[in-house]
């Protein structure tokens, strides 16, 4: 009942008015593998350290002692981070802390009158701290708070919110689900224009399934179901030809693509011990991110994860933009005990 409350709520609030940008910190998945796996994870069969950053219900106390830390090259000077680790664990309570944060790089500022002003800079930074509950054998929940600021220039803002996530196992049928809740938050203002308002928040669910006899899993994420219609103004409007002046009528299924755009899924391969391949497919970014009628690799990601001695390595390349891939590059390591 309480999370039925909570989601009537969280729809209520992504249908107001008073909306702000969103954070890619904070949006996007910044380790390699969930980037790999085509985005965020509701669901894992396993705790992962490195999708602990965003999703509270995957983090397990037998993280203490190792870092995950994450980076994305995103394009031009934008760079991205994440680091988290468990700090400590008590019972069926586990507390992790880490950071997330985005830099825009340096830029050269001038006056209304074309003065340079000197160089200045941006990003979103954001501390974050959460707590996870290990019901019991098969049920898992967490709520992560962050808070930070974001900032361009004389332009400044504060921000507080948290995430919140549930998630089942069923080991004998090698099979999760899960629901993770992003960006539940508030933006206000602090020096400048800045607006104020609620974070854009993203509800997802989320099933994994893997296989007795077959070395690979299946991952499929379905995103924003606040909400149902997320394709442009126009999309399923019909054209107009500039020279006849004949209408083109527009065949796009309407209902299909709109379901489609909510909808992710990935693929992770075992290739041996600590050595696993993922690839995933977006379809909405796949659509949207069209160039004069080429899709290219638009909507697709692949990655790779291995174990080197005391830490596992993960790399991935995912398409965000028009300017062409990005890579991820995710990093836990073991800190010696003493």
């Known amino acids: 009942v ?15 008015q008073d909306i702000v940008w969103g954070s890619m910190p904070l949006d996007l998945s910044i380790d390699a593998r969930s980037s790999a796996l085509s985005g965020k994870l509701a669901a894992n069969m396993e705790p992962d350290g490195g999708a602990a950053a965003y999703n509270p219900a995957l983090v397990d106390s037998t993280s203490i002692g190792v870092v995950n830390v994450s980076y994305l090259n995103y394009f031009a000077s934008i760079q991205i981070a994440a680091v988290d680790a468990v700090v400590k664990n008590k019972g069926k309570h586990t507390i992790h802390m880490g950071a997330r944060f985005s830099s825009f790089g340096k830029f050269e500022g001038y006056d209304s009158s074309g003065w340079p002003t000197g160089d200045f800079s941006g990003g979103d930074y954001f501390l974050q701290s959460g707590i996870t509950w290990k ?3 098969v049920w898992t929940a967490g709520v992560t708070g962050w808070g930070g600021f974001r900032n361009l220039e004389r332009e400044n803002a504060g921000v507080l919110g948290f995430d919140a996530a549930v998630m089942r196992v069923w080991p004998e049928k090698i099979f999760a689900a899960g629901i993770l809740i992003s960006g539940i938050g508030r933006q206000f203002a602090g020096t400048g224009s800045q607006p104020v308002g609620w974070m854009p928040i993203n509800i997802q669910l989320g099933i994994t399934k893997g296989f007795e006899n077959a070395p690979f899993q299946l991952y499929l994420q379905a995103e924003h179901l606040e909400e149902w219609s997320l394709a442009p103004e126009g999309t399923y409007e019909d ?5 006849t002046g004949e209408t083109i009528p527009n065949s796009t299924w309407e209902f299909g693509d709109q379901f489609g755009r909510h909808l992710r899924a990935g693929v992770e391969i075992s290739l041996g011990s600590g050595l696993g391949a993922q690839i995933g497919y977006d379809y909405r970014r796949r659509v949207e991110m069209v160039a004069a009628g080429r899709k290219g690799t638009n909507g697709l990601s692949i990655g790779l994860k291995m174990k080197l001695g005391d830490f596992d390595l993960g790399i991935a390349r995912n398409t965000y933009h028009f300017a062409g891939s990005s890579t991820h590059l995710s990093i836990a390591l073991i800190l010696p005990r003493y």
């Open 2 to 16: 309480g999370l039925y409350i909570l989601l009537l709520l969280l729809v209520n609030i992504s249908n107001g």
């Open 135 to 137: 019901i019991d054998s």
């Open 239 to 243: 054209d107009i030809d500039p020279l």
